[in-house]
């Protein structure tokens, strides 16, 4: 099931509570491959995915090429979860841009 997040704002040195937080994606219920695509209108936001206590991305740097998500293209990270599995995304701006803007998708396809 994907999940779509057109334009997560970010402010200047701003990181962002869980994404998923209270989406139909934050908990897994059967085992998954996750997929998670994201890109940046500026340098310097940086990702960090964790799959309950395990850390699968640690604070890498999204491309800064635009506001338009093309998927497969601009796949991020990708990953095999069990049933139970909690997902979490975060952003973090670390440029002091103004205003960023991060399209950002996930899809979680049962196994």
């Given at each position: 099931?994907?999940?779509?997040?057109?334009?997560?704002?970010?402010?200047?040195?701003?990181?962002?509570?869980?994404?998923?937080?209270?989406?139909?994606?934050?908990?897994?219920?059967?085992?998954?491959?996750?997929?998670?695509?994201?890109?940046?209108?500026?340098?310097?936001?940086?990702?960090?995915?964790?799959?309950?206590?395990?850390?699968?991305?640690?604070d890498?740097e999204?491309?800064?090429?635009?506001?338009?998500?093309?998927?497969?293209?601009?796949?991020?990270?990708?990953?095999?979860?069990?049933?139970?599995?909690?997902?979490?995304?975060?952003?973090?701006?670390?440029?002091?841009?103004?205003?960023?803007?991060?399209?950002?998708?996930?899809d979680?396809?049962?196994?």
């Amino acid at each position: 099931m994907r999940s779509e997040f057109p334009n997560t704002n970010l402010s200047a040195s701003t990181k962002t509570a869980n994404i998923l937080a209270g989406d139909i994606n934050e908990f897994v219920s059967v085992p998954s491959m996750v997929t998670i695509y994201a890109i940046s209108s500026a340098a310097g936001v940086r990702l960090t995915v964790q799959a309950s206590a395990d850390t699968v991305v640690d604070d890498k740097e999204i491309t800064a090429i635009g506001t338009s998500l093309l998927i497969p293209d601009h796949m991020r990270t990708q990953f095999a979860v069990g049933a139970g599995t909690r997902l979490a995304i975060y952003l973090r701006e670390t440029a002091a841009v103004a205003t960023t803007d991060v399209p950002l998708a996930i899809d979680v396809d049962p196994l």
